[in-house]
Protein backbone atom coordinates (compact mmCIF):
# COMPACT_ATOMS: atom_id res chain seq x y z
CA UNK A 1 0.00 0.00 0.00
CA UNK A 2 1.09 3.32 -0.97
CA UNK A 3 1.99 5.44 2.45
CA UNK A 4 1.24 9.49 2.96
CA UNK A 5 3.16 11.34 5.25
CA UNK A 6 2.19 14.58 6.23
CA UNK A 7 4.42 17.26 8.19
CA UNK A 8 4.75 18.93 10.61
CA UNK A 9 2.48 16.95 12.65
CA UNK A 10 1.53 20.34 14.26
CA UNK A 11 2.35 23.84 14.59
CA UNK A 12 2.15 27.10 15.78
CA UNK A 13 1.49 30.41 13.74
CA UNK A 14 0.62 34.39 14.30
CA UNK A 15 -2.48 35.55 12.47
CA UNK A 16 -1.35 36.42 8.58
CA UNK A 17 1.17 34.37 8.60
CA UNK A 18 2.02 31.94 5.39
CA UNK A 19 1.94 28.42 6.27
CA UNK A 20 2.56 25.10 4.44
CA UNK A 21 1.93 21.76 5.01
CA UNK A 22 3.43 18.97 2.84
CA UNK A 23 2.61 15.47 2.11
CA UNK A 24 4.82 13.17 0.62
CA UNK A 25 3.18 10.02 -1.04
CA UNK A 26 5.75 6.48 -0.74
CA UNK A 27 5.14 5.97 -4.39
CA UNK A 28 4.16 8.26 -7.77
CA UNK A 29 0.01 9.22 -7.55
CA UNK A 30 0.26 11.63 -10.51
CA UNK A 31 -2.18 14.56 -9.41
CA UNK A 32 -5.04 12.44 -7.39
CA UNK A 33 -4.73 14.27 -4.21
CA UNK A 34 -6.94 15.95 -1.83
CA UNK A 35 -6.79 18.38 1.12
CA UNK A 36 -9.46 18.01 3.87
CA UNK A 37 -9.86 20.28 7.05
CA UNK A 38 -11.35 19.48 10.08
CA UNK A 39 -11.99 22.23 12.89
CA UNK A 40 -12.40 20.92 16.27
CA UNK A 41 -16.01 18.60 16.97
CA UNK A 42 -16.95 19.00 13.08
CA UNK A 43 -16.85 17.00 9.93
CA UNK A 44 -14.18 16.86 7.73
CA UNK A 45 -14.37 19.66 4.71
CA UNK A 46 -12.76 18.77 1.20
CA UNK A 47 -10.90 22.24 0.52
CA UNK A 48 -8.67 21.24 -2.47
CA UNK A 49 -8.74 18.36 -5.61
CA UNK A 50 -6.26 17.31 -8.34
CA UNK A 51 -3.91 18.84 -6.24
CA UNK A 52 -4.73 22.42 -6.68
CA UNK A 53 -8.09 22.71 -7.69
CA UNK A 54 -9.80 24.69 -5.27
CA UNK A 55 -13.12 23.56 -4.17
CA UNK A 56 -16.39 25.98 -4.57
CA UNK A 57 -16.57 28.12 -1.89
CA UNK A 58 -13.31 27.59 -0.31
CA UNK A 59 -10.77 30.85 -0.17
CA UNK A 60 -8.73 31.66 -1.70
CA UNK A 61 -6.16 31.62 0.80
CA UNK A 62 -6.33 28.04 0.35
CA UNK A 63 -3.71 26.63 -2.33
CA UNK A 64 -2.06 23.49 -2.95
CA UNK A 65 0.42 22.29 -5.30
CA UNK A 66 2.34 19.11 -6.40
CA UNK A 67 2.34 15.95 -8.93
CA UNK A 68 4.05 12.70 -8.37
CA UNK A 69 4.98 12.25 -4.78
CA UNK A 70 5.30 15.56 -3.47
CA UNK A 71 2.61 17.90 -2.26
CA UNK A 72 2.01 21.33 -0.04
CA UNK A 73 -1.16 22.97 1.21
CA UNK A 74 -0.39 26.59 1.61
CA UNK A 75 -2.23 29.35 3.52
CA UNK A 76 -1.42 32.74 2.32
CA UNK A 77 -2.21 34.66 5.37
CA UNK A 78 -3.65 32.22 8.37
CA UNK A 79 -7.01 33.28 10.00
CA UNK A 80 -8.27 32.69 13.60
CA UNK A 81 -10.98 30.66 11.72
CA UNK A 82 -8.33 28.43 10.05
CA UNK A 83 -7.88 26.92 13.43
CA UNK A 84 -8.42 22.75 12.53
CA UNK A 85 -6.67 19.78 11.23
CA UNK A 86 -5.64 19.40 8.05
CA UNK A 87 -5.27 15.96 6.33
CA UNK A 88 -4.21 15.00 2.91
CA UNK A 89 -5.77 11.87 1.28
CA UNK A 90 -4.50 9.86 -2.04
CA UNK A 91 -7.51 8.87 -4.31
CA UNK A 92 -5.99 6.70 -6.93
CA UNK A 93 -5.47 2.97 -7.21
CA UNK A 94 -7.27 0.84 -4.05
CA UNK A 95 -6.78 2.78 -1.48
CA UNK A 96 -8.15 6.09 -0.16
CA UNK A 97 -5.60 6.43 2.67
CA UNK A 98 -5.48 9.74 4.53
CA UNK A 99 -1.90 11.29 5.78
CA UNK A 100 -1.57 11.71 9.96
CA UNK A 101 -2.79 14.87 10.13
CA UNK A 102 -1.77 18.28 10.98
CA UNK A 103 -3.02 20.50 13.99
CA UNK A 104 -2.64 24.28 12.90
CA UNK A 105 -2.83 26.05 16.15
CA UNK A 106 -2.53 30.05 16.56
CA UNK A 107 0.45 31.67 18.11
CA UNK B 1 -29.11 20.50 -1.03
CA UNK B 2 -27.24 17.29 0.04
CA UNK B 3 -27.71 15.30 3.22
CA UNK B 4 -26.37 12.40 4.09
CA UNK B 5 -27.58 10.71 7.50
CA UNK B 6 -25.37 7.86 9.09
CA UNK B 7 -27.40 5.62 11.50
CA UNK B 8 -27.05 2.43 13.72
CA UNK B 9 -24.10 3.12 16.36
CA UNK B 10 -24.14 1.99 19.47
CA UNK B 11 -22.14 0.16 21.92
CA UNK B 12 -21.73 -3.64 20.85
CA UNK B 13 -19.55 -6.73 22.40
CA UNK B 14 -16.16 -7.58 20.91
CA UNK B 15 -17.07 -10.13 18.52
CA UNK B 16 -20.45 -9.05 17.96
CA UNK B 17 -21.97 -7.37 14.69
CA UNK B 18 -23.59 -4.51 13.88
CA UNK B 19 -24.57 -2.81 10.36
CA UNK B 20 -24.57 0.87 10.23
CA UNK B 21 -26.99 2.51 7.66
CA UNK B 22 -26.44 5.99 6.01
CA UNK B 23 -29.47 7.53 4.01
CA UNK B 24 -28.72 10.06 0.98
CA UNK B 25 -30.67 12.76 -0.59
CA UNK B 26 -30.40 16.09 -2.19
CA UNK B 27 -28.36 14.24 -5.71
CA UNK B 28 -28.73 11.57 -7.75
CA UNK B 29 -27.69 8.61 -5.43
CA UNK B 30 -27.14 5.85 -8.19
CA UNK B 31 -25.09 8.22 -9.67
CA UNK B 32 -22.42 8.60 -7.45
CA UNK B 33 -19.81 6.05 -5.76
CA UNK B 34 -19.73 6.44 -1.38
CA UNK B 35 -17.22 5.81 0.84
CA UNK B 36 -17.29 4.89 4.68
CA UNK B 37 -14.31 6.51 6.73
CA UNK B 38 -13.85 6.22 10.25
CA UNK B 39 -12.15 8.09 12.73
CA UNK B 40 -11.07 7.08 16.61
CA UNK B 41 -11.78 9.48 19.43
CA UNK B 42 -9.19 11.16 19.57
CA UNK B 43 -7.32 10.01 16.13
CA UNK B 44 -6.84 11.00 12.58
CA UNK B 45 -9.07 10.17 9.64
CA UNK B 46 -9.49 6.38 8.25
CA UNK B 47 -10.47 5.27 4.96
CA UNK B 48 -12.69 2.10 5.37
CA UNK B 49 -14.21 1.52 2.00
CA UNK B 50 -15.61 2.51 -1.03
CA UNK B 51 -18.70 1.48 -3.39
CA UNK B 52 -18.88 2.23 -7.17
CA UNK B 53 -22.31 3.70 -7.78
CA UNK B 54 -23.19 0.37 -9.42
CA UNK B 55 -21.62 -1.68 -6.89
CA UNK B 56 -19.25 -3.11 -9.57
CA UNK B 57 -16.56 -1.47 -7.82
CA UNK B 58 -15.67 -2.21 -4.61
CA UNK B 59 -12.21 -2.12 -1.82
CA UNK B 60 -11.45 -2.06 0.99
CA UNK B 61 -8.58 -1.13 3.73
CA UNK B 62 -6.88 -4.48 4.93
CA UNK B 63 -7.62 -3.70 8.28
CA UNK B 64 -11.49 -4.08 7.51
CA UNK B 65 -10.97 -6.87 4.75
CA UNK B 66 -13.11 -10.07 5.48
CA UNK B 67 -15.10 -8.23 8.71
CA UNK B 68 -16.99 -5.25 7.04
CA UNK B 69 -18.92 -5.24 3.86
CA UNK B 70 -20.34 -2.21 2.20
CA UNK B 71 -22.95 -2.12 -0.08
CA UNK B 72 -25.80 -0.01 -1.08
CA UNK B 73 -29.37 0.03 -2.33
CA UNK B 74 -30.35 2.88 -5.36
CA UNK B 75 -33.94 2.29 -4.61
CA UNK B 76 -33.98 2.98 -1.11
CA UNK B 77 -31.00 5.31 -1.59
CA UNK B 78 -29.12 4.15 1.42
CA UNK B 79 -25.52 2.93 1.74
CA UNK B 80 -24.70 0.42 4.06
CA UNK B 81 -21.81 -1.20 6.43
CA UNK B 82 -21.87 -4.24 7.62
CA UNK B 83 -19.38 -5.02 11.01
CA UNK B 84 -18.56 -8.62 11.92
CA UNK B 85 -16.36 -9.84 14.29
CA UNK B 86 -16.09 -6.71 15.93
CA UNK B 87 -12.78 -5.45 18.07
CA UNK B 88 -12.21 -2.85 20.21
CA UNK B 89 -9.98 -1.36 17.48
CA UNK B 90 -12.92 -0.70 15.44
CA UNK B 91 -14.19 1.82 18.11
CA UNK B 92 -14.49 4.74 16.13
CA UNK B 93 -16.92 7.68 14.61
CA UNK B 94 -18.29 6.35 11.16
CA UNK B 95 -18.75 8.31 8.45
CA UNK B 96 -20.54 8.09 5.55
CA UNK B 97 -19.21 10.48 2.58
CA UNK B 98 -20.47 11.08 -0.83
CA UNK B 99 -17.98 11.73 -3.99
CA UNK B 100 -17.46 15.01 -5.81
CA UNK B 101 -17.92 13.29 -9.04
CA UNK B 102 -19.61 9.72 -10.18
CA UNK B 103 -16.40 7.50 -10.20
CA UNK B 104 -14.72 5.84 -7.02
CA UNK B 105 -11.24 7.83 -7.96
CA UNK B 106 -12.67 10.89 -6.56
CA UNK B 107 -12.06 12.46 -3.17
CA UNK B 108 -15.20 13.47 -1.32
CA UNK B 109 -17.08 16.43 -1.04
CA UNK B 110 -20.18 15.46 1.38
CA UNK B 111 -20.01 13.89 4.69
CA UNK B 112 -22.37 12.89 7.04
CA UNK B 113 -22.51 14.05 10.92
CA UNK B 114 -21.21 10.51 11.71
CA UNK B 115 -22.30 7.55 14.27
CA UNK B 116 -20.63 6.69 16.92
CA UNK B 117 -19.36 2.49 17.15
CA UNK B 118 -18.06 1.44 20.83
CA UNK B 119 -16.48 -2.13 21.19
CA UNK B 120 -16.56 -2.81 24.31
CA UNK B 121 -17.39 -5.69 27.00
Known amino acids: DIQMAQSPSSLSASVGDRVTITCRAS??????LAWYQQKPGKVPKLLIY???TLQSGVPSRFSGSGSGTDFSLTISSLQPEDVATYYCQKYNSASWTFGQGTKVEIK | QVQLVESGGGVVQPGRSLRLSCAAS????????MHWVRQAPGKGLQWVAVISHDEGHIYYADSVKGRLTISRDNSKNTLYLQMNSLRAEDTAVYYC??????????????WGQGTLVTVSS
Open chain 1, 50 to 52: AAS
Open chain 2, 26 to 33: GFTFSSYA
Open chain 2, 97 to 110: GKTIAGPTHAPIDY
Open chain 1, 27 to 32: QGISNY
